[in-house]
């Protein structure tokens, strides 16, 4: 999958995206990381890419001209335009869900805002949907738009270990993960739960899908009523709740 993402700050990409997991991804091939520097398409003398809003008001907004001409260094001369997405505290908010939806595209572009936001007539002009990872305001689409690509890149085959690395995390089946465990079996009088070391498989299995609803009860209870639930499931949590 190619991720393609226009910035003014291209270098908060390289250092976080280029590490770790994510990295390791697109030094195999398994993603591609295309960054494009809108700031390069300003016809501005100084590389200016923001003017002051018609509409007053403090802060500046982004001019159109370079995010056009970025744009079109990506997608200029195709048939089909990519998937381009608009990072934007008035998106709809990311989730899981988005996630593999987008992991099954073959590209797509991401576009930072900054500043007080983006000259509306070129979002019109390229943007499919617009994204916010909550609802809150942030200082700009860099931030977001990693937690998009490491999110989506996750779901890719082949970026982790194995499916079941990411099957069992939290909100990818609709519940939140299990309590886990590592050694010391004890630490400060804390002992893990000895189910953990019993040797049955199968009452493990049994056991961390337990911890999950009762986790997921605990601190997000709203996702149970969208959450796929076996009457197994529903009756556990019955009995939990006399």
């Known amino acids: 999958m190619?991720?393609?993402?226009?910035?003014?700050f291209p270098d908060m990409f390289t250092a976080v995206l280029g590490d770790s997991?994510?990295?390791r991804a697109a030094e195999k091939g398994l993603i591609q990381l295309n960054i494009v520097n809108i700031r390069d398409f300003s016809k501005n003398k100084h590389r200016k890419t923001d003017d002051y809003p018609f509409s007053g008001g403090g802060g500046m907004l982004m001019t159109p001209q370079p995010i056009y001409d970025a744009y079109m260094s990506i997608a200029g001369g195709r048939e089909k335009k990519p998937h381009t997405i608009?990072?934007?505290p008035q998106g709809a908010v990311f989730n899981q869900e988005k996630a593999k939806e987008l992991s099954k595209m073959e590209e797509v572009v991401l576009l930072c805002g900054h500043y007080e936001g983006v000259d509306q007539r070129v979002l019109d002009m390229i943007v499919d949907e617009e994204i916010s990872i909550g609802d809150f305001v942030l200082t700009g689409g860099e931030i977001p738009a990693m937690a998009?690509?490491?999110a989506v890149s996750?779901?890719?085959p082949d970026v982790l270990a194995n499916e079941k690395s990411y099957g069992d995390e939290s909100h990818y089946a609709g519940l939140l993960e299990y309590p886990q465990y590592t050694h010391p079996q004890e630490f400060m009088g804390r002992k893990i739960p000895e189910i953990l070391v019993s040797g049955h498989h199968k009452n493990i299995e049994k056991w961390k899908r337990e911890q999950s609803l009762l986790v997921t009860k605990r601190k997000r209870p709203d996702l149970l009523s969208k959450a796929d639930l076996s009457e197994e499931d529903r009756r556990f949590l019955a009995e939990f709740d006399k």
């Open 86 to 88: 608009y990072l934007s």
């Open 148 to 150: 998009v690509v490491d």
């Open 154 to 156: 996750r779901m890719i």
């Open 2 to 8: 190619k991720f393609n993402i226009l910035t003014l």
């Open 21 to 23: 997991i994510i990295g």
